[in-house]
């Protein structure tokens, strides 16, 4: 299979692209996805069947008889091995086998006798939409390419939804626009041979977390020592972050056991209570070979960096755009350093641990040992008696929970226990937003109530997962802007094969009120110093986020005057100017800002032309 377009290909890591049915059919709407600087990867038959945009070394495919295969991302698969999966594919239900093995981060995409599969990767990493387009079913990775084919506006219930603070399962997997659909992570999209009819095929299922800690630490390890190998076998020079932290830690040491040559990248923090500049020095000093850069702690970006000069094109609101600057400051001083790929350790605490919420099934089984660690926890996090007993005794299923949060939208935030031991944070709507938007988010919350089943019936696993998905959502978006910036990241603790091999340890092994980030401490013990796995906190940043709100208020001003979300009705634009006078107000330290501000930002960066309309009566 060739190329047939040689035009501008994207930064690498920014990969992304729309899947056509081998139909005669799909011709009109293949023509809507083809624009200047966009390639096409053809069916056997000639006629497209990937349109987009990604770099030489993204894309792996191979062709053998009536099956085509295309592996989009990172992976060790190369043209042999592929070819050799194509030649044996009879069923498109074999590929569950070769996505549940393999390392990396991905898109597979196969064609079988007519039929399409189509997937991401379960993280939610990478995800795969889909809409009915000119009478055929067109598959993308980014949700508003399939918007603007369709001709449609962002729906403004669901501008309305990202509101919510935080936006719960199911409604974050929702897209912006009609008649668009989103695979859930844990399927793949299945396209008939007709080309039209499609459904979602299940290929992954969270493990049973019934490994130990010594069993499960060095099947941790290998799966994350996989994970950075993939990405650093070809050598060249690749930067990490070194924050001192235990995951950005933990990459730093894998990647220096590779051919890649390595720079370490460390950002102190303002705070002089900050210790990651000694926890970094003090692990720089045991890798010799690494090439370690130390930036000036006040040239780094505040939160809230340049919020009105946003220009990347989001397929959704992301609260990624407060820390953007922040997460992209550091890559010119990478690319001029050689590096072709920087390693992140983001993910780790989402990964190494976990929510405390599964404390509410082990009181059930284990309750003399759940009642000893809810007692460290409550030490630890300072949960009061009284809230603490609630959320234990709350039995409510999913369903309920979701759907009693509707008439508690204007309530004070919950304590934070009740999250924790719960089924998540309780949505919330602030007093800026007008009544029109609550009634829209309180009428999406309804409908998703009616039929929302949780990711997992324990409530612990069903709150690790919707945490992983919402981190990813956040550095899917932080990916692209990345790459756009020149070098591409990658988080390799948020790897598929990474994921299941932590949740696949004992709950009360993994989280502990005694220990920090225990199951991941054990699986590095042989390849991070003894000295390195000492430390037991991470820095919070939160002089920056103050001092940002107080240095970037004229920003924050800015944006609220000709507010977008103001001209659609959501917002009282007086209430948040008001709040922009005044950035010491207690409640802004809480982040409660964040949703707003992403959709604020996201709305003033859709296309030229592109209008945001009322598709929903109110």
Known sequence: ?????????????????AVFPDREDAAAAARL??????????????????????????????????????????????????????????????????????PGSFHLVAALDGRLRVQGTASGLRLVFHAEIGGVRVAATRADVLGAALGEEPDVEQVAVRLLWPVPHPLQETPLWRGVTTVPPQDALIVAPDGRAARHSRWWTPPEPVRTLTAGADLARDALADAVN????????????????????????????????????????????????????????????VEHVVWDADASPLVYTDLLTIDDLLDEPTIGVMDRS???H????????????????????????????????????????????????????????GGTARALSDAR????????????????????????????????????????????AARALRAAAESALPLHRDRGLHADLEQIRSCTRIIRQWDAMAARAGVPMASPLLDDRVIEAFLAVRPAERVSPWQYKPLLTAAMRDVV?????????????SMDASNGLREHRADLLALWEDSRLEHLGLVNGDALRDLALRPATPGLQQAILYSTIAAEVWLRGLPRGAKTGATTSI
Not at 91 to 98: E, S
Not at 529 to 541: F, G, H, T, V
């Open 529 to 541: 110093p003894q000295e390195c796995l000492r430390r037991s906190n991470k820095a919070a940043a």
């Open 33 to 102: 996805f083809a624009r200047p600087g966009t390639r096409t990867l053809p069916h056997a038959s000639g006629r497209p069947w990937l349109i987009g945009r990604w770099h030489d070394d993204e894309i792996v495919t191979a062709q053998a008889g009536p099956a085509a295969l295309a592996v989009i991302g990172c992976s060790p698969l190369d043209t042999a091995r592929l070819s050799h999966r194509a030649a044996q594919l009879r069923d498109l239900a074999q590929l569950d086998a070769l996505a549940r093995s393999t």
């Open 397 to 440: 299923p999913y369903g309920k929970w979701l759907r009693d949060s509707v008439g508690q939208l204007r309530d004070p935030l919950p304590a934070t226990v009740t999250g924790a031991l719960g089924w998540g944070g309780a949505p919330r709507l602030f007093e800026w937003v007008t009544p029109e938007g609550e009634w829209l």
């Open 326 to 328: 922040r997460v992209l």
């Open 230 to 289: 993939t990405r650093t076998r070809h050598g060249g020079t690749v930067s990490c972050d070194l924050s001192g932290g235990l995951d950005s830690t933990s990459i730093c040491f894998l990647a220096d056991r590779s051919p890649a040559h390595v720079v370490a990248s460390t950002w102190p923090g303002r705070d002089p209570a900050d210790t990651d500049l000694h926890w970094a020095r003090q692990a720089a000093g045991f890798l010799p070979d």
């Open 330 to 385: 550091h890559l010119p001083g990478m690319a001029e350093r050689g590096s072709r790929l920087h390693l992140t350790g983001i993910g780790g605490d989402h990964v190494a641990w976990c929510s405390e919420a599964y404390y509410h099934r082990l009181l059930r089984t284990r309750p003399l040992f759940a009642l000893r660690q809810l007692r460290g926890f409550r030490a630890l996090w300072q949960w009061p008696l």
């Open 1 to 17: 299979m060739t190329d047939t377009h040689a035009g501008a290909s994207p930064g690498r890591g920014d990969a992304h692209f």
